[in-house]
């Protein structure tokens, strides 16, 4: 068994097929499909089961709910190959995808995780859009891959060696939210090489259901500083001491987000409770990024008075906001 693809379900029905269906399309010797039945209350589980039934390469798990981390984590135990690749279940490949993936594959056995970059597709025009990057076809060790800015967040757009997952230890951490963002700093550091793809391979579903930011709840404030927290446990136990400070440089950025994600929850009561609770550990954070580009001015903020990082964000916003308007105008 070549390629393991492994996905998680929950309440996706009118997207699964078109996900199962795009793998299937291009189906070929040594690949195996694992659908993760994670206790979805809709008609999910019927869908899966009658996919299961077509095709002898499909096999299902069915699971109380336990949330993304473990139906991906439970998805990898059963995963017979030697490579693994998690797919959103809302989301689908592009054609070719698993002929390209097979072909970097034989071409560079010697690499961790082979990256692509994501074609993004906004359910609300209908339209696609595709990220232009110079890293098309480059080859980077994890650490340079980091430090060039390359995309970390999203699971899905890493194809990964078994045997580098499992030689690290590595799975998703349960019962927190981005959680792609503890697995894509450590995963990354760890990864000795790393390809890009030469093209898009995977489309990615921006859904119509009100601004993503705006349903973001405190609780996902509480887990980016959780996750940063785990983070910094992973490099005191596995990170250089003279890659430190550029590993703690990357995860800051979970420490903004505690911020840019919730600034329509700025004037809530209960993000003032997580403000009061961790403004010393923000504002360590903040003292110890004072230098780094483009964090300085948030660095700042944050040490002397994390509150006032939502002034400037907004007046941020409003500023690019203006100049997006003035651009328009002039088109």
Known sequence: ???SIIIPVY???????????????????????????????DYCPQICDEWAEKFSCISVIHQQNQGLSMARNNGLEKAKGNYVWFVDSDDWLLPNAIDDVFSVIEKYPEV??????????????ERYKDIRSKYYGFNFSGKSYMKHHCPKGASQRFVYKRSFIDNNALRFYPGVLHEDGIWGN????????????????????????????????????????????????????????????FFRCQIFEMVVCSFSFCLHLSQTPEYKVFLCQ???YISREG?????????????????????????YMKAKNKMKAVIKNLLKFHE
């Open 287 to 311: 003292l110890n990024i004072l230098s780094i580009r483009p964090y300085i001015i948030l660095a700042w903020l944050m040490y002397i008075n994390p509150s006032a990082v939502f002034r």
């Open 1 to 3: 068994m070549k390629l």
């Open 186 to 245: 450590s995963m990354l550091y760890l990864a000795k090489k790393v390809h890009v793809l030469e093209r898009p391979i995977y489309v990615y579903r921006l859904r119509n259901e009100g601004s993503i930011m705006s349903n973001i709840k405190v609780k996902s404030a509480y887990d980016l500083i959780t996750g940063h927290k785990i983070l910094m446990d992973f490099m005191n136990k596995n990170v250089a001491q003279t890659d430190r400070f």
């Open 278 to 280: 961790n403004q010393s």
């Open 11 to 41: 309440k996706v029905e009118q997207f699964l097929n078109q996900c199962i269906r795009s793998i299937t399309d291009q189906i070929r010797d040594g690949i195996e499909i694992i659908l993760v039945d994670d206790g979805s209350p």
């Open 112 to 125: 961790d995780v082979f990256s692509s970059y994501m074609r993004r597709y906004y359910e609300q025009t």
